[in-house]
């Protein structure tokens, strides 16, 4: 059925890019023979080690909206398929935050949680990153903090959480859902989130707005895929592009939503669209971001720094035999596009396996 067609091409991808794993006489053979068998016996199979960490890597290799893919062969794997107990899945979310911070040298992490199997789901992660700053609405019309948070803040509150004091930046607990046990939420300790504080290099009133932003991005809402089976936990990590936190997290509007406080700040003509007040504050806000994280230590990256990077990724790709799959509308940075060059081009989006994919999820 499907399972097996996907753990044959699977095991097919692995021997090939992996030959040393398959040079014993009969290997590859008896490896199909054996996962064929366990999949009729229990209609599911377990990855070996090295299975598990080639294709979680690959995931990476394939996630065709990721600007960052030219270091996929260092991404750590930490494997923790034993680990279901949802205090047990929010320990090693801590530990995994800790190994991926080090001090500011930021390292690229995957954690794969127990898998989906037959009668027995494996963990779930409510939040969509790690770290997340709460979001509360008001008097019915302002929010404090962010907006994208709101509904995950109320759903901690209603699980019992009290630990937001109501600023812009309340770090949000894990909510964790695992059979067996009610959903709960677990706090995450101000000694596992590194911050940076926002300054610019060249207007001292910037530091006044006092914004801050969390040095470790680490996606948990998403399930990694491979030789069909899911993991519906597995939270990875990398380190930012500035204007993610510059353009979208600081500037989007239904954000934190701060390009008229930044133009005001500038001393721009907000009252008229011509002047591109929005287009400066974009640019002051990022170039805040890169100048704040590098002169705290924390690894960051810019987008014309990524972009070159990602080519050459899709050119030493192309050298090994294979296509790069990318989606331009994500791979294309938020500001600056035509100023980079990964806009001058065209690629192939195409859904390949082992991958991270978002999948529905029970509403939180
Ligand atoms: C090491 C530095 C990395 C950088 C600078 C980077 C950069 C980015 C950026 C800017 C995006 C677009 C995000 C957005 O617009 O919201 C993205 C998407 C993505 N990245 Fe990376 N990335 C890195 C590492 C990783 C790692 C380690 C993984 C997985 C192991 C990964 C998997 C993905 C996936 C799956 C997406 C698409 C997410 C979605 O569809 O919502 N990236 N990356
Ligand atoms: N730098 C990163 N940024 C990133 C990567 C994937 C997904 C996300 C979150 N994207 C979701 C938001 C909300 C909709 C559009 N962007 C951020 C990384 C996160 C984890 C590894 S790298």
Redesign the pocket.
Known sequence: GELERAAEEFLGAFYAENPAEGAAEGAVAARSRQVREEIRRTGTYRHTAAELRFGARVA?RN?S????RL?WRS?RVRDRRDVRAARDVAAECLAHLGEATGSGRIR?V?TVFAPDRPGEPGPRIWNDQLIRYAGYRRDGRTVVGDPQNIELTRTARALGWTGGRGTAFDVLPLVIETPGEPVRFFDVPGRAVLEVELTHPDFRWFAGLGLRWHAVPA?SD?TLEIGGISYPAAP??????GT?IGARDLGDEGRYDLLPRVAEGLGLDTSDEATLWRDRALVELNVAVLHSFRQAGVTI?DHHT?SRRFLAHVSKEESAGRTCPADWS?IVPPISGSATPVFHRLYNDRDLRPN?V?KARAHR
Request: with cysteine; glycine share 8%; charged share 15%.
């Open positions: 990476w996630s909206r990721c600007i960052g270091y991404l690229p995957v996606v998403m990875f990590n990398g380190w930012y592009m993610e990256t990524e994500w991270y978002r």
